[in-house]
């Protein structure tokens, strides 16, 4: 039969503007969320991460900030290059093993 | 390359078929995960080894089941396939000292499965 794909939530930005990619969690309890980049044909590439007893981390031209209050999480890119266009997954874990729940994915496009 | 390795990297069966995917992690790392990304449902945890016992079960059909061995590398097996299973099958590994909470998850390239 004929499936139905995801309908991603696409942002589209000019190289050189910052992009901020959104994410709501859906777990009140998690308490560890990471970000990931996934590029075409490979598999997710980790970008930084954040603890629930934090709300703000800062890695290379990246900054996740976290609201627990509301639950949710947002990643910020600095200067955007033609090499951040890829689809941007939040995960939450909770308790104490690894299991990872992904949200849908935002597709991120870069114009030159 | 997150040192993560997947083989084989495509897959083409028939239904009602059996495959087994397998997956080396990272040197060093402990635990081992498995998930499923399809179109339709986006990426999916399905089971976590850790140290070749297994540590947490998502939705993983009753058609497919892993194993970790003593080197610590891991299989996927599935059985019975149907069409619905054509999917890109991702395994990640992490450290693994605090059970795979709050430790980061590295991925594969990923498996590639085509039912027909």
């Known amino acids: 039969g004929e499936s139905v794909g995801l309908h991603l939530p696409t942002l589209s930005v000019q190289e050189g503007d910052n992009s901020i990619i959104n994410c709501a969690y859906s777990n009140s309890a998690s308490d560890y969320f990471i970000w990931y980049k996934q590029e075409s044909g490979k598999g997710p590439q980790f970008i930084i991460d954040?603890?629930?007893?934090?709300d703000k981390r800062q890695g290379q031209r990246v900054t996740v900030l976290l609201n627990k209050t509301v639950k949710h999480l947002s990643l910020q890119i600095a200067a955007t290059q033609p090499g951040d266009s890829a689809v941007y997954f939040c995960a939450e874990n909770q308790g104490n093993t690894g299991k990872l729940i992904f949200g849908q994915g935002t597709t991120l496009q870069v114009k030159p | 390359d997150s040192g993560v390795t997947q083989t084989p990297k495509h897959l083409i069966t028939a239904t009602g078929q059996r495959v087994t995917l397998r997956c080396s992690p990272r040197?060093?790392?402990?635990?081992v995960y498995w998930y499923q990304q399809s179109l339709d449902q986006g990426l999916q945890f399905l089971i976590q080894y850790y140290n070749g016992e297994e540590r947490a079960k998502g939705n993983i059909l009753e058609r497919f089941s892993a194993q970790q061995f003593p080197d610590l590398h891991s299989e996927l097996n599935l059985s019975s396939l149907e069409l619905g299973d054509s999917a890109l099958y991702f395994c990640?590994?992490?450290?693994?000292?605090?059970?795979?909470?709050?430790?980061?998850?590295?991925f594969g390239p990923g498996t590639r499965l085509l039912v027909l």
């Open positions: 954040i603890r629930s007893n934090m």
């Open positions: 990640a590994s992490s450290v693994g000292s605090s059970g795979g909470a709050w430790e980061t998850q590295y």
């Open positions: 040197s060093g790392d402990l635990s």
